[in-house]
């Protein structure tokens, strides 16, 4: 029977990795479509090679086999792990760990085939990418402020979040460019349909601001113009119209996958007038989520390390 389930990341984690997933399909093959989050994914089939999927600007379709588990990290925007090439050359690519990372990617692969167990084999890519965040050198602090700047509760312009963080449109975007993959303008367009999801898959009710209700309400507070702008960027980015790809329910996507632990951080992002859903809020404090380590990620000052774009994929 083919399943799909997300969890919050180890504690250690939870400033550079979105979501951590379990996907098993079942004796048929399974279609699934990859939507842009913002941020890269590893994807370890159990058995098979990692592989990595780089930053998305536009819907990409995979044929799961049938009998597969696939255990998965999703990354938020500049929260990737350290890589030796820049992001922008891996944008729309899904390539081979090993191309990148070597032999550590064949060994983090056998090690977590050998686990016995799927949360075994979570716990055994979260060690792995803890030692690689712990060997970096830095991480991108004022890429890592922008991005909280262009979530969709904060509709700044890319000229006003250059001069937040003291850089010229220029150089926010070449930064961008190698820490995100993304131009500051593409990021922005994805984080605000990831907002609008994170509302969407919350059932959480329009703000009525303009008198809408349903999807075009959700849109408006998503930061879009009108439902007819959501239509558009719902079009470009997944393919697909919202009512179809939300299968007429703003409650779930079509897929019938539960991606709230994914939204999590997204929603507490959001303006105090719009308070969280129950729903993430009983995931936050939920006592059978597995804790990591005490240890976080850190920059190359000391401090934690942070990713605000949100958490969403």
């Keep these: 029977m083919e399943s799909y389930v997300e969890r919050p990341p ?24 990859h939507l842009p989050t913002g941020g890269v994914e590893i994807h370890v089939p159990l058995g098979g090679q990692p592989r990595l999927m780089g930053p998305l600007t536009g819907p990409r379709l995979e044929v799961i086999p049938p009998h597969t588990t696939i255990v998965g990290a ?23 760990l090993s191309e990148v990372w070597g032999g550590s990617a064949e060994r983090l692969g056998e090690a977590m085939a050998l686990s016995g167990r799927d949360e075994r084999a979570v716990a055994v890519l979260e060690a792995f990418l803890l030692g690689e965040f712990r060997a970096a050198e830095r991480i991108d602090r004022a890429i890592r402020e922008a991005v909280s700047a262009l979530m969709p509760w904060r509709p700044h312009d890319v000229g ?51 008198g809408s209700d349903g999807i075009a309400g959700i849109a408006v507070d998503a930061g879009y113009a009108d439902q007819a702008h959501l239509n558009r960027e719902c079009l470009r980015l997944t393919g697909l119209t919202p ?44 006592p059978e989520v597995v804790d990591g380590p005490d240890d976080a990620v850190r920059d190359n000052d000391g401090e934690d390390a942070s990713v605000t774009g949100g958490d969403e994929s």
């Design 10 to 33: 180890t504690p250690a984690l939870a400033r550079v990795v979105r979501t951590i997933w379990i996907h098993r399909t079942g004796d048929a093959p399974y279609v699934q479509r």
């Design 74 to 96: 999703r990354f938020l925007p500049a929260g990737a792990p350290p890589l030796p090439v820049m992001l922008d050359e891996l944008v729309d690519e899904n390539v081979g």
């Design 160 to 210: 006003a979040v250059a001069a937040h963080v003291a850089l010229s449109e220029s150089q926010l975007r070449r930064r961008s460019l190698h820490t995100v993959g993304l131009s500051p303008k593409v990021l922005q367009r994805t984080l605000r349909f990831q907002g609008f999801l994170a509302l969407a898959q919350a059932g959480v009710a329009a703000s009525g601001r303009r």
């Design 243 to 286: 009512s179809r790809l939300l299968h007429g329910d703003v409650e779930r996507c079509a897929c019938g996958h539960d991606h709230s632990a994914s939204y999590l951080p997204f929603l507490a992002s959001r303006s105090p007038g719009l308070p969280p859903a129950p729903e993430l809020l009983r995931i936050r404090h939920d």
